[in-house]
């Protein structure tokens, strides 16, 4: 036998992750937070010891801490991190390290220091025939993300019911940060506190989820986005799943999550192995933008770049709908070129019978009824525009009145020969599980990428998983069935490899850090009301970096809210992410395309920044927001303000711009792009021509802002425009401002 590590310190970023492994047990995590310094054996054995809790009257004999995988024979009585069974049997396993590795390397006896690395620690119980390894890795953004393989080393089946990965939370951290929503909705922001028990979010629907957890934040009370001590969890799964707080018997607490099993889901026969998703942690002493920077980095890392020179997009699905008529389109093409669009997407509508929601879902063939002629003559036509073409699919669905449903019944899912589960948006789910199914999605969808001329795909899954099974055996299949798409995707991907794929799930509800392996761009909502929209991409970016995200100016008149918002309002919103348009404009006024070409113009001129800085959100009362993004070298930045709502608080008072050099010295300036804000009123300092820095009641300056202007604005240093900040200017509300902020 090998003799086996006492003790791995991983740090990165700012964050250590201090793994005892001294037990000879599955590691547990001595200490996940800020960076300690390098430590040798003494110290790390001291730190373990120290970790110890005390025993006491009416609770197990034994001192003890959890593994990252939580066992009873510890004494641990909460969740534990395998529940499974051999017919009843090996229900609680005693696992003993049998190997340990840092970055491949195998890891001898004594205490181990390394930066960003990856720790995999594998361990057996020969009673219970189970081998488990743990890989835990510490990313250049300082994630720690865990995942566990367990194999079935016995000669029978062994059934797994659920596998939970933890890290420990320091009992300070007592107030949690986490989503939920709906279709439109997505990622709400809850907050609540930790009591005793668990908190726990289940994700059932099959798919990621529009109410998912996102990010399962615990913090110190009142943490925000700069400032405040915390912890997140986000388990990287795009089937059921947890995330979960658990404050146990013994006063300790942890936070993780993993997949969800549906009953019978996985059954290890001798020598099989389960694979759980990634369990990311994320640690910040400063509040959720350090925890968003982490996440930007992680994807921005990523062996498939996303760089921020996203091009226009136009998607015409809340333009035409279901209604394709090719001259229609091509002049919709025509007035997206014109005024400077790059990328052309058809939705919805293009394919066997589909003309609307009812029917030809699955039948992936171009319809001859309203493409006679093929897609050719419009890609043709948006290729000669210098735009990109892209194509949407929603490959994992099926309409029952389809020639597919019809000519296979058996690959639709259902738990029975019997019955049909409820159809949602009235479609049914292929069973991706079955191979002929597979075989036929795949060479379907492939065909058409191979047949034509196809720059980018948006990949729609518009209903949860209901019921949803192998009919004819009955086993529930949404743990196969998510597997099945994360190697189409990666088929797909090396079949195409300069294919982008958007992740779209009725909007947002596909939006997971393993589908962002596989996906270039997420729809955010199909809400696209700038109002609800502000507070969803302020929200979606506390995983996402802005280019990831779909972000588009639609109508005026919000077809999901009813609600009338100004182009200036819709534009401020959109160009803080992957700009693109979703609006007929043939109905759009000259004014409004102007200023559209301008906001385009912006855009383009920007993205750099607003797609590639550092994302900066500043704690605000809900009735407004303040957000921008700032150069990595801090020598620029753009700020967006908004007024949500009013609040009867007139003047707003002062808006403070954090992230900045506190030494430099800065231009501070609105920027007017397009149409003035409504009712925008200047304070002194915007410099309006006329105005002077210091007013007198003789000699008031004029305020209101009509046409727009070049304003001069004013010098602050950093320090200044972090902690006086400048007077916030009135207008009307459902309006935002831009500010340009210029390193002198
Ligand atoms: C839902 C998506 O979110 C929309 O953008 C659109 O693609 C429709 N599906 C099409 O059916």
């Not at 091009?311 to 709908?321: D, F, G, M, S």
């Amino acid at each position: 036998m090998p003799t086996l590590p006492q003790s791995v310190h991983l740090t990165s970023a700012g964050v250590s992750a201090l793994f005892d492994l001294s037990t000879g047990g599955l590691p547990a995590l001595d200490h996940w937070g800020p960076a300690l310094p390098a430590l040798d054996e003494a110290a790390a054995r001291a730190i373990a010891s120290a970790n110890y809790l005390p025993v006491v009257s009416n609770q197990p004999d034994v001192s003890f801490k959890p593994a990252l995988l939580a066992e009873g024979h510890r004494g641990w009585l909460g969740r534990p991190g395998i529940s499974g069974h051999r017919e009843g049997a090996d229900w609680t396993p005693k696992f003993a390290i049998t190997a340990v590795s840092l970055n491949g390397d195998s890891l001898g006896a004594g205490h181990h220091e390394a930066g960003a690395a990856t720790l995999s620690v594998t361990a057996s119980d020969p009673l219970a025939s189970l081998t488990v390894t743990l890989t835990s890795e510490l990313t250049e953004s300082g994630l720690l993300r865990t995942r566990a393989e367990l194999t079935n080393t016995g000669a029978t089946d062994y059934t797994l019911d659920n596998l939970t990965l933890t890290y420990p939370l320091p009992p300070e951290a007592t107030e949690i940060l986490d989503f939920g929503g709906s279709w439109t909705q997505e990622r709400t922001p809850q907050r609540t506190s930790i009591h005793q028990g668990t908190y726990l979010r289940e994700g059932r629907r099959g798919r990621t989820g529009a109410d998912y957890a996102f990010v399962l934040h615990a913090g110190r009370p009142g943490f925000g986005f700069r400032s405040g001590e915390l912890w997140g969890v986000h388990t990287g799964f795009s089937g059921n799943h947890t995330h979960l707080i658990e404050h146990a018997h013994n006063g300790m607490r942890v936070i993780g999550g993993g997949e969800l099993l549906l009953p019978g889901e996985v059954t290890l026969s001798p020598g099989a192995s389960y694979g759980s998703p990634w369990v990311y942690g994320v640690y910040s002493g400063t509040g959720l933008d350090a925890a968003a920077h982490r996440f930007h980095s992680f994807l921005r890392g990523r062996d498939r770049r996303v760089d921020a020179a996203r091009p226009v997009t136009i998607n015409v699905w809340e333009a035409v709908y279901f209604d394709h008529d090719l001259d229609r389109l091509k002049d919709l093409a025509d007035r997206a070129a014109d005024l400077g669009v790059e990328r052309f997407v058809l939705d919805d509508g293009w394919f066997g019978s589909r003309r609307d929601d009812f029917r030809g879902l699955g039948d992936w063939h171009v319809s001859p009824e309203v493409w006679p002629e093929g897609l050719t003559p419009l890609i043709d036509y948006v290729h000669e525009r210098g735009m990109q073409f892209g194509l949407w699919f929603e490959a994992e669905m099926v309409n029952l009145d389809s020639d597919v449903a019809r000519a296979h019944p058996e690959w639709v899912m259902a738990p029975n020969p019997q019955r049909m589960p409820v159809e949602s948006r009235h479609q049914q789910v292929l069973n991706l599980t079955i191979p002929e199914c597979y075989d036929y999605v795949l060479g379907a969808v492939s065909a058409v990428l191979r047949e034509n001329a196809i720059d980018y795909i948006k990949w729609d899954h518009n209903r949860d998983l209901v019921e949803s099974a192998t009919r004819a055996t009955g086993r529930a299949a949404v743990h196969e069935q998510t597997l099945a798409i994360y190697r189409m995707f990666d088929t797909l991907r090396a079949e195409f490899p300069s294919l982008e794929i958007e992740s779209c799930a009725s909007g947002g509800a596909r939006i997971d850090l393993e589908m962002m392996q596989r996906t270039d761009r997420v729809w955010v909502s199909d809400c696209i009301d700038p109002l609800e929209r502000q507070r969803m991409n302020r929200w979606t970016t506390q995983l996402l970096p802005p280019e990831f995200m779909g972000s588009h100016i639609a109508s005026g008149s919000s077809h999901t809210t009813g609600r009338t918002h100004t182009l200036t309002y819709r534009a401020s919103v959109a160009v803080f992410g992957h700009l693109g348009i979703e609006w007929d404009l043939a109905q759009a006024s000259a004014a409004e395309l102007s200023d559209l070409r301008e906001w385009i113009a912006f855009y383009k001129a920007e993205r750099g920044l607003l797609l590639g800085g550092d994302l900066v959100r500043v704690d605000t009362d809900e009735s407004l927001s303040l957000h921008g993004v700032v150069t990595p070298d801090a020598s620029r930045a753009l700020f967006s303000f908004g007024i949500n709502s009013l609040t009867g608080i007139n003047p707003l008072g002062r808006l403070r711009f954090p992230g900045l050099a506190a030494d430099a010295q800065y231009r501070i300036r609105p920027l007017l792009i397009g149409t003035v804000p409504g009712d925008l009123k200047a304070p002194a300092w915007f410099g309006l021509p006329g105005s002077q820095e210091t007013p007198t009641s003789s000699n008031p300056w004029p305020q209101a802002i009509r046409e727009p202007v070049d304003l001069p604005g004013v010098v602050l240093s950093g320090a200044a425009l972090e902690h006086v900040g400048v007077q916030a200017p009135a207008m009307f509300p459902e309006q935002a401002l831009l500010f340009e902020i210029n390193r002198i």
